[in-house]
T-cell receptor, first 113, second 110 residues
Framework: EAGVTQFPSHSVIEKGQTVTLRCDPI?????LYWYRRVMGKEIKFLLH????????ESGMPNNRFLAERTGGTYSTLKVQPAELEDSGVYFC???????????FGSGTRLTVV | GQNIDQPTEMTATEGAIVQINCTYQ??????LFWYQQHAGEAPTFLSY????GLEEKGRFSSFLSRSKGYSYLLLKELQMKDSASYLC???????????FGKGTTLSVSS
């Protein structure tokens, strides 16, 4: 089966621009998670979808970040406008039930210059 | 609050055994995970411990002591391909997400 796919793998944008990251979970996985790793820090939770509903978005840093999962399939994470501190690796993960048997994607490395 | 500590870096040689420690503080406990992450790749699941004791899975074993808030990952017969970051993680209090440690970068040399 195909794994969790993230696109793009790398993105370099200027401060103030907008970037949209995409995650395609494993087919049939209702649970979708976004995490972020900033340089030198640990991987941190951003938010959790069950199908198309946001179950927990307590980790979203501020209102410049918007996540959607229309139709309960793929998800997008938009950063608008991007700031320097948004640089890091954004990981998506999915699981079939509310368990921690996550499958992670390879991440999107975002660099804001 | 919840906090996870693990060493930043470790080095070892091929064929050796290495133990990566993890201490945690949680409000409630719902198990502990170990993930392996090679540079530029996705974290991959290694083990999940919810009861005290040692669980062995091939060359890798994971130990948990809930009373001590302590776990370790034991890697035997090290191979060069084991060079990676090893992440310790516990579920948050709400049970909705994982809290990760900063990871231990293991370098295996010949």
């Amino acid at each position: 089966e195909a794994g969790v796919t993230q696109f793009p793998s790398h993105s370099v944008i200027e401060k103030g621009q907008t970037v949209t990251l995409r995650c395609d979970p494993i087919s049939g996985h209702d649970n979708l998670y976004w995490y972020r790793r900033v340089m030198g820090k640990e991987i941190k939770f951003l938010l959790h979808f069950v199908k198309e509903s946001k179950q927990d978005e307590s980790g979203m840093p501020n209102n410049r970040f918007l996540a959607e999962r229309t139709g309960g399939t793929y998800s997008t994470l938009k950063v608008q406008p991007a700031e320097l501190e948004d640089s890091g690796v954004y990981f998506c993960a999915s699981s079939p039930g509310h368990s921690y048997g996550y499958t992670f994607g390879s991440g999107t490395r975002l660099t804001v210059v | 609050g919840q906090n996870i500590d693990q060493p930043t870096e470790m080095t070892a040689t091929e064929g050796a055994i290495v133990q990566i420690n993890c201490t945690y503080q949680t409000s409630g406990f719902n198990g502990l995970f170990w993930y392996q992450q090679h540079a530029g790749e996705a974290p991959t699941f290694l083990s999940y411990n919810v009861l005290d004791g040692l669980e062995e899975k091939g060359r890798f074993s994971s130990f948990l002591s809930r009373s001590k808030g302590y776990s370790y990952l034991l890697l035997k017969e090290l191979q060069m391909k084991d060079s990676a970051s090893y992440l310790c993680a516990v579920p948050n209090q709400a049970g909705t997400a994982l809290i990760f440690g900063k990871g231990t970068t293991l370098s295996v040399s010949s």
